[in-house]
């Protein structure tokens, strides 16, 4: 692979422009070679004077990226100066209050011994410590990785210049500037690394060095998918595929009677929809690793055992193929000589149960206990402070309600069919689905006033969120009213409810437009140009962008197809619904894709690219007594560094 694409896969997302511009000076080379003064006899003063001004502008463009790459290392390596000398602080700190005379602080400060009783309350777990130091750790070896693929891009496209213009200027300018940069001296950022180590091994791992070295260890810089995974997710994508197709054929050569035909969408719809957004996230995934969009960031994941796309294929695929097997097993179920084939959906419901909360550390134990947290802060959110992963799991849980009700419908299924009651097969229903059509909305219409009551600025925004949802929740009360009522009724359309129902989801349908488009996508923030209608800064092909707004418009409307469809006897009821349920999906599909650019542009603009884990305020007083002890260690560095070079 060549240099200029193992760079771009190898830069860290949002520090992207920061990075040297290895690609445009490549381009600048080949352009000055295939431009140069070319015929029969060109003048010896022309050619001198072609590659004299082409130096002179190749090696101000260099001058102008040293300084851009200068610049945003020395900020950020101040920046991870003062974090770690914080950090060193609140570690000193916590062994202040433990052993006092073991501390540099009760050395250094007298005046905090005075103030041990009144730290104790605000003192940070030693869980959130050792979150926070691994989290600079990383961030110090992405720096790392930062200054040695900026040293390698300078020392090639040098070389490069000097291979095809003839010439050694390019490795004289190198070793002229570029060694001597700033950024190029590795010293003072070896030194944060090894005393970042020393620090963890000291404090938080009782100076088992080994062990501390495990939870700090960051993996090497393209580091790829571990091969049993990619192999167990093509094997398990093949099974499925083969499943799939083997599912659709029998389903349509089988002579099914409608009963049996409601029954079968009624117990697998549910999983099937389920597969499929599973399919998606891991597409979603895929498309963002490829363009840059970090994810793992913004999901505020371990980067050390995040679940990757490969991960995410694997988990889908499984997932799939044991639903052909289920849904195989249930449609020949007498051809496999099974008496009761109710029972299959059970076993795959339990399966799936299983090993979801298994609380061994198998089988992605990470990824599944960062899930069921994130779970468990939605569904108690106006108690906990709402960050990104909370929403958006609670908007995935809104596209999903028609297949979280099938779930409903299945275990109800299987409660009346052990009573052996009469109305174990229908799956009409009650007043406990209303309920949990709400539910999502809820969570999202709660997270929505949280934000707002923690929000310093006590933006407006939240607030109009939340009307969103809550016209999400009055669509589903005026429904249910609709439905209880229209046996009152002789003809649909005499019901005022049935107006009510439709103005209302008019409403929220246009609501929801303008705000997946102007919020959540962040469009329509160019009114001229190439990118009219969009935004400045996009990360996938401009054609994307207006495909999403047409589409997404159009699903948010699909109700009124399904409406219409059943009216008209096209449709029966349960395949409408399987209409609302894997358009939804589709549409929080693409939905995915530019919401979670819209965030990564963001920390672009932030130049975070790392977990901002909170410890604690420091007071005046600690400031500056860490402001002394920082120029201290910059005072002794500098001695030493003088030492070395001369």
Known sequence: ??????????????????????????????????????????????????????????????????????????????EAHRKLATLNYQLDRRRAQQDPRGSSISRGSASSRTRQTEDKRKMPSIKKLRLA?????????????????????????????????????????????????TFAMTLQLDRMITDTED????????????????????????????????????????????????????????????????TFVSLFRGPISGVT??????????????????????????????????????????????????????????????????????????????????????????????????????????????????????????????SIVDHYYLVRFYVRYFLDRSDAFEFEPDYAVAVIKCLPAWFRFAQSLRRFRDSESKSTDYLINALKYFLSIGEVIFATIQMQTITQYTELFESPWTWAYITICIVSSIYSVFWDLLMDFGLFRVWKGENLFLRDNLVYPRWLYYFVIVENTLLRFVWILEFVLVYQDVLAPYNGKSLICFSEIVRRFFWNFL????????????????????????????????????????????????????
């Open 1 to 78: 692979m060549k240099f200029g694409k193992t760079l771009d896969n190898l830069m860290v997302p949002e520090w992207r422009h920061q990075y040297m511009n290895y690609n445009e000076l490549k381009q600048l080379i080949r352009n000055a070679v295939s431009n140069a003064p070319s015929g029969a006899r060109p003048s010896n003063d022309s050619v001198i004077g072609y590659y004299r001004d082409f130096e002179e502008l190749f090696f101000t463009t260099c001058r102008g990226e040293l300084t851009k790459v200068n610049d945003f290392f020395a900020h950020k390596q101040a």
């Open 133 to 181: 130091m691994s989290e600079f750790y990383l961030s110090l070896i992405m720096l790392q990785n930062y200054q040695t693929l900026n040293m390698t891009a300078f020392r090639k496209i040098c070389k490069k210049y000097d291979k095809n213009l003839k010439s050694e200027a390019g490795f004289s300018w190198y070793e002229r500037f570029v060694l001597k940069s």
């Open 199 to 262: 620090l963890y091994t000291e404090y938080l791992a009782n100076g088992d060095r080994s062990k501390a070295m495990a939870k700090l260890r960051v993996p090497p810089l393209g580091h790829r998918t571990p091969p049993v995974h990619v192999f167990s997710a093509g094997l398990f994508l093949g099974l499925f595929l083969v499943g799939a197709v083997m599912c659709i054929i029998s389903y349509f050569s089988l002579n099914l009677s409608p009963e049996l035909r409601y």
């Open 277 to 402: 957004f599973g399919f998606c996230l891991a597409i979603n995934i895929k498309v963002y690793e490829n363009v840059g969009v970090n994810h793992v960031l913004i999901f505020e994941v371990e980067r050390r055992s995040a679940l990757g796309a490969m991960g995410s294929l694997e988990i889908a695929s499984f997932f799939g193929y044991m639903s052909t097997l289920s849904i195989l097993l249930y449609l020949l179920h007498k051809e496999f000589f099974i008496a009761d084939p109710n029972f299959i959906p059970l076993v795959q419901l339990a399966v799936v149960v299983v090993l979801f909360v298994n609380p061994v550390p198998i089988l992605f134990y990470s990824a599944r206990m960062w899930l069921l947290t994130v779970m468990g802060r939605v569904l108690l959110s106006p108690f906990f402070f709402v960050n990104f992963a909370d929403f958006w799991v609670a908007d995935q849980w809104t596209s999903l309600v028609v």
């Open 595 to 646: 919401r979670l650019e819209n965030e990564h542009l963001y920390n672009c603009g932030q130049f975070r690219a790392t977990r901002d884990i909170f410890i604690t305020r420091l007071d005046p007083q600690e400031e500056r007594f860490l402001q002394s002890v920082m120029d201290k260690t910059e005072d002794l560095a500098r001695e030493r560094r003088d030492k070395k070079y001369f």
